[in-house]
T-cell receptor, first 112, second 113 residues
Framework: AAGVIQSPRHLIKEKRETATLKCYPI?????VYWYQQGPGQDPQFLIS???????DKGSIPDRFSAQQFSDYHSELNMSSLELGDSALYFC???????????FGPGTRLTVT | QQQVKQSPQSLIVQKGGISIINCAYE??????FPWYQQFPGKGPALLIA?????SEKKEGRFTISFNKSAKQFSLHIMDSQPGDSATYFC????????????FGKGTKLTVNP
């Protein structure tokens, strides 16, 4: 079965640079979620989109923005990167109302 | 304030044994309780989930027990195998619109051969 696709899988950036993470949800899933997971920590919700509209927002820094496109893929844009932004970033997708969120393999972002 | 408390933080079990991980929550508005399994460097994988209208759900070697009055739910892994060694997260989801999962802190399970 098709899974959530994330790209790139690994990304190394310097402080103050920008990064763009991409997420392609499972086919026919209409809702996308972004989570951030620090080393040894639990995933923390950042933001979600349903039908291209932002549906919920968590502890996402103002330096980050995201959007969902007409083909349901989503992009997380991160600017003025800080060392503390180094983490695993996961995208998850679901069919609205099903509650079942399926996670992608993640993007490991390292800020040096 | 942590919305879901998970214990233990780490667990070591012998092959063939039963692994039990517990979670407790405060907000009675949660209406979906999944468990995720995560291997190092991988994404969390949905293992099993339960809604508050049932007290138990079993899928293969994995069982969720749910105690609504005590606001607790637990994951039981029967006949634990070395391949089950991973970090397990419980999570909760609020009813009524918000779809964000709130996770417990995780339990690192090690199953010795």
């Amino acid at each position: 079965a098709a899974g959530v696709i994330q790209s790139p899988r690994h990304l190394i950036k310097e402080k103050r640079e920008t990064a763009t993470l991409k997420c392609y949800p499972i086919p026919r899933h209409d809702t996308v979620y972004w989570y951030q997971q620090g080393p040894g920590q639990d995933p923390q919700f950042l933001i979600s989109f349903y039908e291209k509209m932002q549906s919920d927002k968590g502890s996402i820094p103002d330096r980050f923005s995201a959007q969902q496109f007409s083909d349901y893929h989503s992009e997380l844009n991160m600017s003025s990167l800080e060392l503390g932004d180094s983490a695993l970033y996961f995208c998850a997708s679901s069919f609205r109302g099903s509650h079942e969120q399926y996670f992608g393999p993640g993007t490991r972002l390292t800020v040096t | 304030q942590q919305q879901v408390k998970q214990s233990p933080q780490s667990l070591i079990v012998q092959k063939g044994g039963i692994s039990i991980i517990n979670c407790a929550y405060e907000n009675t508005a949660f209406d979906y309780f999944p468990w995720y399994q995560q291997f190092p460097g991988k994404g969390p994988a949905l293992l099993i989930a339960i809604r508050p209208d049932v007290s138990e759900k079993k899928e293969g070697r994995f069982t969720i027990s749910f105690n609504k009055s005590a606001k607790q739910f637990s994951l039981h892994i029967m006949d634990s195998q070395p391949g089950d060694s991973a970090t397990y997260f419980c999570a909760v989801l609020l009813q009524g619109g918000s779809e964000k999962l709130v996770f417990g802190k995780g339990t690192k399970l090690t199953v010795n051969p």
